[in-house]
């Protein structure tokens, strides 16, 4: 062996120096002004878009979620939802009988009851008025309906009677071969109408509770909070309940409007049924989007069973102005006013929650952001570190054991 071949011994070995890096340059030719990279080397906006961003998604998060358990328990939140909407309307009535020296119990009582025979009258009226109107109207809707069958046969259509009958046995046909389906449908009206009916129960259990021991309720709920937190939760609840009375309030005024202005405009054109027809509008009201829609679809067809079609057209019209008007002036302006909302707000809370949730959600959108919003403005500003008639949080006691005994139930 040539000893140029020899290994080498004073050659530094990599493994035995660990200042040695075989792909890059040793710690001691490492420039001096590198250093890892920080938070402070990002852009001061990606760092404020990156923290909104995780705070948001977390935000989001929550709320799915909460909303995915409301909706599997929705047989439950709707009824309690529906008895702190009664509870806002009905609490200035116990509030006044308390006045008048009446024990709270019996305040309750008298309240619930009187709303209970209120609704019952309203709707026995109307049933009674239909019911005997409908009879008086038999005969027009037999001579409208004769009508009908003229204008499709002279007007443009040009239908025969034999065409026209074709077309009824069509539709006979049609409901024989799907009896099983129409079954099955009826089936679950009815079983919707029992779900019903079971909430309208629990709302008015719940009702009672609510306006009997609401305060105790609240408080307890509160309690279980941390002492630090329960000024500000007892304070943004209160302020959230008092947007809750004004809403249920405004309601009320947008209904009568309504009612109001379908009822004077029905009686103007003589179409019978208008006083019905007018407490009717004033009930569905409380229901968005759809009672409108079946209140005035009740008005119209009267109007043309009655009067004809010209007249059935100006009621439409006068229809479509009132439920206009409450749509675009009375729900912004004056519900935007009474629950501090912007009227934009009004308007998207209503379309999103019809969306979401349907007719519950269109009912419940306006008051839980009103809520949410009176909530969230008095924890910002602070309120509750000045109002002392707020539940306080305790002071630390200087005996710790003390403290302890005392907790102890």
Wanted: glycine letters at 8%.
């Amino acid at each position: 062996m040539d000893a140029s071949d020899a290994p080498r011994t004073d050659a530094p070995d990599p493994a035995a120096d660990p200042t040695t890096l075989p792909d890059g340059p040793t710690p001691a030719h490492r420039p001096s002004h590198v250093r890892p990279v920080t938070d402070a080397d990002l852009p001061f906006a990606l760092r404020i878009a990156a923290a909104w961003s995780w705070r948001l998604a977390i935000i989001i998060a929550v709320v799915s979620a909460v909303l995915w358990g409301l909706a599997h328990l929705s047989f439950l939140v709707i009824p309690v939802l529906v008895a702190a909407l009664l509870a806002g309307l009905l609490s200035p009535v116990v509030a006044w009988l308390r006045r008048a020296r009446l024990p709270r119990g019996l305040a309750v009582a008298v309240a619930e009851l009187g709303f209970i025979g209120l609704v019952a009258g309203l709707l026995t009226l109307v049933g009674r008025q239909i019911t005997a109107g409908l009879a008086q109207l038999w005969g027009q809707a037999l001579a409208g309906l004769s009508e009908v069958q003229k204008w499709l046969a002279e007007g443009p259509l040009q239908i025969t009677a034999a065409q026209l009958q074709t077309y009824i046995d069509n539709a006979q046909n049609v409901l024989q071969n799907n009896q099983s389906g129409l079954l099955s449908g009826a089936i679950s009206v009815g079983s919707s109408a029992g779900h019903i009916i079971a909430g309208a129960l629990i709302a008015l259990f719940v009702l009672i509770f609510f306006l009997l021991e609401g305060e105790r309720i609240w408080l307890f709920l509160v309690g279980l909070l941390p002492r630090a937190a329960r000024a500000a939760t007892d304070g943004a609840g209160r302020a959230g309940w008092v947007s809750l009375v004004s809403y249920v309030r405004v309601q009320v005024l947008v209904a009568a409007v309504d009612a109001i202005g379908i009822g004077v405009g029905a009686a103007v054109l003589g179409v019978p049924l208008a006083l019905p027809l007018g407490i009717l509008v004033f009930v569905a009201s409380f229901v968005p989007v759809v009672g409108a829609l079946v209140s005035g679809a009740v008005a119209v067809l009267l109007a043309l069973v009655a009067n004809g079609l010209v007249n059935a057209l100006i009621m439409l019209a006068i229809v479509i102005l009132v439920q206009q008007l409450e749509s675009h002036v009375l729900q912004p302006l004056v519900m935007g006013r009474a629950v501090a909302l912007h009227p934009v707000a009004v308007i998207l809370t209503v379309a999103a929650g019809s969306y979401l949730a349907g007719i519950p959600g269109a009912l419940f959108a306006v008051p839980t952001l009103a809520v949410a919003n009176s909530a969230v403005r008095f924890i910002s500003s602070r309120s509750w570190e000045t109002d002392r008639a707020l539940t306080r949080p305790e002071p630390p006691s200087e005996n710790p054991g003390a403290a302890e005994s005392s907790e102890t139930p």
